[in-house]
C-alpha cells in the first residue's frame, strides 16, 4: 500500500511517499481504510523530533483520518467491518491508505459528516473540546476570546463555544478567514494584526476583558492575554513556536489561571467524555468541520508547509 514514511528527523523534505506492506490488526487494533487524512501543526513538530512524541523511525505520521473498518483484532467489541469511523491519536499512521489504530483511537463518524469532515475531527475539536470545558470550565454565558480562529482548532472553538452559549470574539489574519470566522459563529471578529486589538476587546467586553482566552501562538500573544483577561480569567495554551517575556503581576492582579495543554496528556475518561460530547452535538447539527485545502496523499510536503504559514483557512486534508 502507499504511505508517506520519515526516515530522519527534519524538514518536510523526509516525508516521502513509498510503498509499505499493508499493516494486519493486533489485538485491540482496529484497521481502517483511510479515505482523507488531517494534516495539523503537531504533526509538523513531530517531524523534526521536536515533540512531546518522540516516534521510534522510521515511521508514518498522522493523528487525523477517517474511513472505513476493514477488519478488529481479537478483542475488539466496539466495531465491525464496513463501520463508518474517525480516528484521532498520536501515532495513528493516518498518511497512509491503511492503518491500525488501538480501539480508544478510533470513533463512530455519523452519516451526516463526510469522510473529508470526519478526518478535521479527532485532534481539533477534540482539542477544542479540552481546551474550553475540562480547562477552561467555560461557562454559556460567558466570553470567549480565540486567537487564531481561522484554522481548525480555531474554527472547532468557535462552533463549540456557541453551542454552549458563549459570546464568541475571534481573531484571524485577512478578509478570508474573518469571514469564514463570522460565518461559523462568532459574534465579533477582529484582524489580529491590529495595533488597536487590546482597545477593541476591552471595549467589546465593556471593560471586563474575556472570561476564556484560547490561545494559538503564545509566544507572539501571551504578555498581551495576561493583560486583557477578565478578572478570575483562563488562559488556555494550546500552541506555542518560542519563548516570551511575561509580567506575572499581569495575572496576580487578576487571579487569572494559565492553563497548558497537549491534547494526549487527557486520560481515557477524558477522551471518552471528549468524544460523547463531539458525537452528540455532531448528531444535533450543531458542529461541522471546514475543508480548508485538499492535497493527494503524495503532496504531504506541501501540506505540511501550508499547515505553518500564517493565515490559516479551516483544515488541511490528504486524500490516500
Request: net charge neutral; charged share 20%.
Amino acid at each position: 500500500m502507499k504511505a508517506i514514511q520519515v526516515s530522519e528527523f527534519g524538514g518536510p523534505e523526509q516525508l516521502v511517499l513509498r510503498d509499505i506492506p499493508e499493516p494486519k490488526p493486533k489485538a485491540g487494533e482496529v484497521l481502517v481504510r483511510i479515505h482523507a487524512a488531517g494534516v495539523n501543526p503537531a504533526d509538523t513538530y513531530m517531524r523534526t523530533g521536536t515533540y512531546a512524541v518522540k516516534p521510534a523511525l522510521p515511521y508514518t505520521p498522522g493523528m487525523d483520518g477517517a474511513g472505513e473498518v476493514l477488519a478488529v483484532g481479537s478483542g475488539v467489541t466496539s466495531f465491525k467491518p464496513g463501520d463508518r469511523v474517525y480516528v484521532g491519536g498520536p501515532l495513528c499512521a493516518t498518511y497512509a491508505e491503511q492503518t491500525a489504530c488501538v480501539e480508544q483511537n478510533i470513533h463512530p463518524l455519523p452519516q451526516k459528516i463526510s469522510f473529508k469532515e470526519g478526518a478535521a475531527l479527532g485532534v481539533p475539536y477534540a482539542t477544542a473540546y479540552r481546551a474550553l470545558f475540562q480547562k477552561a470550565r467555560m461557562q454559556a454565558d460567558e466570553t470567549v476570546l480565540v486567537n487564531g480562529a481561522s484554522g481548525g482548532v480555531g474554527l472547532a472553538a468557535v462552533q463549540l463555544a456557541k453551542a454552549h452559549g458563549a459570546t464568541v470574539i475571534g481573531t484571524a489574519g485577512t478578509e478570508r478567514g474573518s469571514k469564514l470566522v463570522k460565518d461559523n459563529g462568532a459574534d465579533h471578529v477582529l484582524d489580529h494584526s491590529s495595533p488597536d486589538l487590546a482597545k477593541q476587546i476591552h471595549d467589546l467586553t465593556g471593560g471586563k476583558g474575556p472570561n476564556v482566552i484560547l490561545e494559538m501562538l503564545a509566544n507572539v500573544n501571551l504578555a498581551r492575554d495576561l493583560q486583557i483577561i477578565g478578572r478570575y480569567g483562563r488562559i488556555v495554551i494550546i500552541g506555542n513556536r518560542g519563548s516570551i517575556e511575561i509580567n506575572p503581576r499581569d495575572a496576580m492582579a487578576r487571579d487569572a489561571i494559565v492553563y497548558g495543554m497537549v491534547l494526549f496528556n487527557a486520560t481515557p475518561q477524558d477522551q471518552a467524555e471528549i468524544h460523547a460530547g463531539l458525537a452528540r452535538l455532531m448528531t444535533e447539527g450543531r458542529i461541522k468541520p471546514v475543508i480548508g485545502t485538499e492535497l493527494p496523499l503524495g503532496k504531504a510536503r506541501e501540506a505540511h508547509e501550508q499547515v505553518m504559514k500564517p493565515g490559516s483557512y479551516g483544515k488541511i486534508i490528504l486524500i490516500p
